[in-house]
């Protein structure tokens, strides 16, 4: 009895965990398949370089409203451009300001830190970073 046990236990820490417990659904919010490759030492990137700074791009095949990438200091943040609590309007566009991304819609502001906006149902819609050197990449 004692084995069985311990095999369905095994067996659910095995299957149960994932190394991508990634989840950004929002009904407001296409889900899109992209990747792309944001380098700093472009002009355009070159504020990605310092701590608390955001850049807005455009990806092929990728979100309309644009990808947010924002510097914590310790590491890269990547949102979505749109406001995520609304449909996509022609006023649902975020723009950057400081550490927060606004939206003109609602008068939300979102912390390009957490993606969070106080009394707010859904967080910015984050996508996946990786660093490798001067090279961000971005992707869902």
């Not at 003109?104 to 050197?133: D, H, I, W």
Request: net charge positive.
């Amino acid at each position: 009895m004692k084995k069985i046990l311990f095999l369905i236990l095994l067996s659910g820490f095995i299957f149960g965990c994932s190394k991508d417990k990634f989840s950004n659904n929002n009904p407001f919010l296409p889900n899109y398949s992209f990747s792309m490759d944001v380098n700093k030492n472009l002009p355009s990137y070159s504020g990605l370089n310092f701590a608390g700074n955001a850049v807005k791009a455009y990806p092929a095949n990728g979100p309309s409203r644009g990808v947010i990438i924002f510097n914590t200091g310790g590491t890269y943040n990547a949102w979505d451009g749109a406001c995520p609590n609304q449909d996509l309007t022609t006023c649902s566009t975020l723009s950057i300001s400081g550490s927060n991304a606004n939206c003109p819609c609602g008068s939300e502001n979102y912390n390009l830190f957490t993606g969070q906006s106080a009394g707010k149902q859904y967080p910015l819609k984050q996508y996946r970073v990786e660093v490798n050197g001067d090279i961000i990449r971005v992707y869902n």
